[in-house]
Structure formats: C-alpha cells, structure tokens
T-cell receptor, first 112, second 113 residues
Framework: NAGVTQTPKFRILKIGQSMTLQCTQD?????MYWYRQDPGMGLKLIYY???????DKGEVPNGYNVSRSTTEDFPLRLELAAPSQTSVYFC???????????FGPGTRLTVL | QQQVKQSPQSLIVQKGGISIINCAYE??????FPWYQQFPGKGPALLIA???DVSEKKEGRFTISFNKSAKQFSLHIMDSQPGDSATYFC????????????WGLGTSLAVNP
C-alpha cells in the first residue's frame, strides 16, 4: 500500500495564480481531510469529506475549494493565490474503525 | 478559542531522560485523545492514543496518562533518545459523523546525545 500520496511536493505560485493540490489514498477510507500547517500554529482543518460526493468546510476554508468524485481522490483547489496561503498542506485519510488519521508527505507552497 | 492547550512549546532533554508533554482540554464530550509525532519534512504519524475509560496506556517507551476530572492528559517518553527528536502534537475528538480532530499547537522536542 502506498498510503496517502500528495503531489506536488513543492510549488511556487505568483499572486493571483491558481493551482490544484492532488491527494490520493489507497486504503479505501471514506473520511479524508485537508490541513494547512504554519510554524507554531499547529494544524488547521481546511476542508473534509465523509465520502465520495460529500464535502464540508473546516476552520479555514476561505480561498480554497475541494471535490470528492471518488473514494480515492480528494483534490484541493486554490483560486487567486495570496501570500497568506503560503504554508505546508497535508492531506489525511481516517480509518473509521480505529480513528487513526494517515497523513501524506505534504506540499510546501509559497505564494510570491 | 484553543480547545486543546499544549505545553511546553519546546523541550530539551538529555539522552536517557524523561520527556513530559502536557495537554488540557475543555470539551467534556471529547472521547478520543491521540498523540502524533512529526519529523521535519514529513507528515504527522500516530504515536499512541487513549480513550477516557482508562487512566494510562503504555506502548514501549511511550505512555499516555489521562486525568478525566482535571481534563488533562500527558505524554511521557522514557529513556529519551536522539531519534525521538521531533514535534509532538496532542489532539482530541468526539463522536459523530466526521470525528474532526482538535489539535494542540505542538511541542518541539530535542534530545541531546
């Protein structure tokens, strides 16, 4: 099992550009999450999904969008990138039997 | 509003010593308390977790102590090793359809050789 994979690993965007962060899991988990991590600020939930076709906002959804067309994929879309979106982004999926969240390796995004 | 408060922010321990990280929570509906370990450049990974029906859980050198009445839980790392140097996050969640984790802000642990 590859677990949770994320692409790209690094990306630099200019202000106003858009991009999609990809996330795929091969564990057949229904629950998936997108977090951003800023130094000293812990992990903040952006969006989450409880299954294909169902998504909901987390703590900090502004400036982001998600979709969940399949169980495996949960892409995060950034529209009109701003410097405040410079962060490390983590995707995770949860095993509903154990509650353990499995994290991807992260995407480091810089908006200049 | 920080629902899970973690301390200290950073910790330096000598090899072989005991590392102790504390967390306090406010919501009595929380029923799952995990600790995650994160190495630089990696995603967090579950280290150990506890439910409020037990006061202590031990896995190797890692122990969670849980005090339901005080609404506190702590991570103890016995015989700390340089390889334990990482950032540790406590978290809490309650039952429901999404089981969102509420995270502490993290503790950066450095174990000196």
């Amino acid at each position: 099992n590859a677990g949770v994979t994320q692409t790209p690993k690094f990306r630099i965007l200019k202000i106003g550009q858009s991009m999609t962060l990809q996330c795929t899991q091969d564990m057949n988990h229904n629950y998936m999450y997108w977090y951003r991590q800023d130094p000293g600020m812990g992990l903040k939930l952006i969006y989450y999904s409880v299954g294909a076709g169902i998504t909901d906002k987390g703590e900090v959804p502004n400036g982001y969008n998600v979709s969940r067309s399949t169980t495996e994929d949960f892409p995060l879309r950034l529209e009109l990138a701003a410097p405040s979106q410079t962060s490390v982004y983590f995707c995770a999926s949860r095993d509903s039997r154990t509650n353990e969240q499995f994290f991807g390796p992260g995407t480091r995004l810089t908006v200049l | 509003q920080q629902q899970v408060k973690q301390s200290p922010q950073s910790l330096i321990v000598q090899k072989g010593g005991i590392s102790i990280i504390n967390c306090a929570y406010e919501n009595t509906a929380f029923d799952y308390f995990p600790w995650y370990q994160q190495f630089p450049g990696k995603g967090p990974a579950l280290l150990i977790a506890i439910r409020p029906d037990v006061s202590e859980k031990k896995e190797g050198r890692f122990t969670i102590s849980f005090n339901k009445s005080a609404k506190q839980f702590s991570l103890h790392i016995m015989d700390s090793q340089p390889g334990d140097s990482a950032t540790y996050f406590c978290a809490a969640s309650k039952g429901g359809n999404n089981r969102k984790l509420i995270w502490g802000l993290g503790t950066s642990l450095a174990v000196n050789p």
